[in-house]
C-alpha cells in the first residue's frame, strides 16, 4: 500500500509596525523637562505631556475656559499661537494631563521662564492658568500639574517659583509648598474698541 504523505501549510502573515501618531507629533518642548515622579504618581490612563500640536482637537481650550474667558478661536488662531510658543519654548513650559482613554485633555498649567539681572542673573519660573477639567476634580491632577511646574523650574535653575491665586485657593498652593508673600495688583487695559463701545 502506498504511503502518503500530508503537508499542512501555515500561511505567516506580516504586517508593518503600527506607530502611533501622538509619538510623532510635535510637542512644545523636549521631554526631559517631565518629571517621572509626576507620571508614576498619576491615577492608571492618564498622562503627563508637554503641550502637543493637536491639543486644540483635545479640548485644551475648553479645559482653559473653566479659569477664564478664552475667547473665540480657529485651529488656524491655535497653530499661530502654539508656533510663537514653540519659537520661545525657552520661556514658554505648559503641560497638560490627558485622559488616555478619550484621549482629551483633563487638566494644564503653564510656567514661564524669567531671567532677570536681579540675584546674580537669576531666574524666576511664573506659575500660570492651572485649570481642571470639571469632570476630572477630586484626583489631584491639579497637584500634579504644579508638581510638574516646579520640577520644570527646578530643572531650568530658577531660584524660586511665584504664582498669583484667589485667596480661597491659598491653603491649596500652600499644600503644594507655596507661602503667602505680599500681595497681586493689576492694571488692566481697556482697548480701542471696548472704549467706543461705551461712548
Request: aromatic share 10%; glycine share 6%.
Amino acid at each position: 500500500m502506498p504511503s502518503t504523505t500530508t503537508t499542512t501549510t501555515t500561511n505567516i502573515i506580516t504586517t508593518a509596525p503600527i506607530v502611533s501618531t501622538t509619538l510623532l507629533e510635535d510637542r512644545l518642548f523636549d521631554d526631559r523637562y517631565l518629571s517621572p515622579e509626576v507620571q508614576l504618581n498619576l491615577s492608571e490612563g492618564y498622562k503627563l505631556n508637554p503641550l502637543r500640536a493637536n491639543d486644540y482637537h483635545r479640548g485644551y481650550l475648553d479645559v482653559l475656559s473653566v479659569l477664564t474667558e478664552v475667547g473665540s478661536h480657529t485651529p488656524e488662531s491655535w497653530k499661530s499661537q502654539y508656533q510663537f510658543m514653540k519659537k520661545h519654548n525657552d520661556t514658554y513650559f505648559t503641560v497638560t494631563i490627558t485622559d488616555e482613554k478619550s484621549n482629551r485633555i483633563a487638566a494644564t498649567g503653564t510656567i514661564l521662564i524669567e531671567h532677570k539681572f536681579v540675584h546674580k542673573n537669576g531666574i524666576v519660573g511664573h506659575i500660570e492658568d492651572i485649570a481642571v477639567d470639571a469632570s476630572h476634580q477630586g484626583k489631584k491632577l491639579g497637584l500634579r500639574i504644579i508638581e510638574a511646574l516646579k520640577f520644570i523650574g527646578q530643572a531650568n535653575n530658577c531660584y524660586k517659583v511665584i504664582l498669583d491665586c484667589a485667596t480661597k485657593n491659598i491653603p491649596f498652593y500652600e499644600k503644594c509648598g507655596f507661602v503667602p508673600k505680599e500681595s497681586q495688583m493689576a492694571w488692566y487695559i481697556v482697548s480701542q474698541n471696548e472704549q467706543k463701545s461705551h461712548l
